[in-house]
């Protein structure tokens, strides 16, 4: 139990009670996100961050809400394998080799179908950069709306 301590408290404040962590502790092993659930966990954080007050320029920790909002338009997210079917048509016949995408801001891999792959190599070949709309969630959709279109170079 702690006491909420904010601007104009009283030592009567109301008390509030931590969660319980279950398993957690501290050092764990970190456990690997993909897609849609990674991508609410990433909107949960980015609109606290966006929520936060500016500091005025001059005075202590000025740029930690600056940074905060720099670094998270830098980060990809990881979407892994988007549908069971071919992502052209939609057959569940689908070729064992997988194609993927590294263009910012996503990272991804889809399934096609032999008759897609054929008419698709006819067409040039071309692999789209970012998944096909349809195979998006509405928490991938709202993370990809905030992401500029052409990110600043990441030098770290």
Request: hydrophobic share 40%; aromatic share 10%.
């Amino acid at each position: 139990v702690w006491r909420a301590a904010h601007p104009g408290a009283t030592s009567d404040a109301e008390p509030k009670a931590w969660e319980d962590p279950g398993e957690w502790q501290p050092n764990l092993r970190g456990q690997r996100l993909e897609g849609d659930e990674l991508a609410g966990l990433f909107n949960l954080v980015e609109s606290w961050v966006l929520s936060t007050h500016p500091v005025p320029r001059g005075e202590p920790f000025w740029w930690v809400r600056d940074t905060a909002i720099r670094e998270m338009l830098r980060y990809r997210l990881e979407l892994g394998q988007l549908g069971q079917g071919c992502w052209i048509c939609g057959a569940l016949d689908v070729k064992p080799v997988r194609l993927g995408s590294l263009a910012w801001p996503f990272h991804w891999r889809a399934a096609i179908c032999e008759a897609c792959d054929g008419a698709h190599a006819e067409d040039g070949g071309r692999w789209p950069g970012l998944p096909p709309h349809h195979l998006l969630t509405d928490n991938i959709r709202a993370w990809a709306a905030r992401r500029p279109a052409h990110p600043e170079p990441h030098y770290g």
